[in-house]
């Protein structure tokens, strides 16, 4: 086969021409911006995909257009390797700069990629394609696939999926059906079938209630749940809410009730105690939360979820009558009474990586059992094959019929993860059999530890990339003398802990504060963001003072 390159920059010039003059970064899940300045992002990523497909023998490429938690104008991109995982750290680098080379210098370019990279252009290339429900996500799409012609690549268009549901049919066409059928039809039954084994016929359980109010962000999230309810046998009763009707993660959604730390609009007041769930725009991060009979909202965040999943993990390993060794991994975003609860009660090694799954899934490979969830709900369990055959093992083998039975279980707890990457819907799946398992309400679970207040702020500057950062984000290498600052603020609050780094998919520093109280906590941030704003050129009035929010409110 051969591939004239000529029409690569004919595309280019025609029909998908850079018109941005500004360079981009691939950042903390790939390209995100306002859709209409995407076409050309979008049309390169359809050649890069392509080539990193053959690069890679031929195997199945994911690319996912979405913007996941941003809001409605945005759009964007993420590509996902072979395995189900992020595209690697390396082509990550090559993606930004296909990105920001002109018109004219892209057929050359590409040529060099394809050179540099020793890629056989002979070699076929397979290019799985979704997107979110977002208007503009279709003509993104075209773009993509266009991207995928111009190489002479073989595209396969999905339509509107979750980003999850991409991740699995990546791993699902490129190991031959052994994780499963690549369809959307596979994705629902291997789910199902696993919750509907596990839940069993009584579905109430001690305060466990079999109802659930689940929020769709608007998003694709909704839809793919109403698939799924259409294909239950009635054993999990949900109502969904902010199915379409409003915009995308306004005033909903997981990241909107996770950094307002509110229920979202759209949902009707439920009776006290109710077990809500929130998802984001693309489905792959999940927040609970509650109202209690006083009216105070609380929150189970990803950290909660960890905590609950590594518990309930660590407990059926023993009831196996294995050993295998089991990890939780964390962001700096996480809450130190988490942390604390996970070291000292569930005895559990934790470790802390920058934020972005793809750093804290790859972590997670080290242990045979990895957990791992961002605070902001976005995680999943990954197992090594160690790990899968021994439960098999026992599954299939041991003499103890308490071990088998267990054994058995767990397995079926396997199929119902998507172990490919944080997966709202899976995990609220795995969620539910928990917490009916325990026969728990969110009560009992928000129980299991008390979260140090904290809040979340954004500061608009200049240019994001003048923040960097060390340990795991946890220190503020620049500006000069910003850490130091921030040091002496925090000094002088009680648990009082406080990071700052660029964001990786919005225009902004962001900025996080705990303490022991939240009128502390809030007052933290504040300080904190005042100091980005001062010494990290920042634009725009500075943060609110806490207390002025307040009067704002009333
Ligand atoms: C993406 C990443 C997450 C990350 C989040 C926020 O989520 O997949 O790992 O936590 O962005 O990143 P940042 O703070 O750098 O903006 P999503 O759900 O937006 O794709």
Sequence with gaps: MSVNLRTVYAFAREMYPKRVNKDIQYGTAGFRGKAEDLDY??????????????QTNGQVIGVMITASHNPEPDNGVKLIDPKGEMLEPRWEKLATDLVNVSDSELEAHVTKLIADENISITQSSHVFVGMDNRYHSPRLLKAVADGVIALKGCVKEFGILTTPMLHYLVVCANTRCAYGMPTEEGYYKKLITAFEDLRGDTLDNGNYKNLLLFDGANGVGARKMLQFLKRMKNSLNVNVF???????????????????????SGMPIAEPNTRCVSVDGDADRVMYFFTDENGVFHLLDGDRIATLIAGYLMDMVKECGIELNLGLVQTAYANGASTNYIVNELQIPVSCVPTGVKHLHHKALDYDIGVYFEANGHGTIVFSEKAKQEIKDVAENSENNQHKASASRFLKIIDLINETVGDAISDMLLVETILQAKGWDLKQWLATYTDLPNLQLKVKVQDRNVITTTDAERVCVTPNGLQDEINKVVANYKKGRSFVRPSGTEDVVRVYAEAATKDEADRLAYEVGVLVHKMAGGVGPEPVQPEKKIIAHI
């Design 242 to 264: 902010n199915s379409g009707q409003g915009k995308i993660n306004h005033e909903c959604g997981a990241d909107y009730v996770k950094v307002q730390q509110c229920a979202p």
């Design 41 to 54: 992002v979008m049309y390169r990523m359809g050649l890069l995909a392509t080539l990193r497909s053959r």
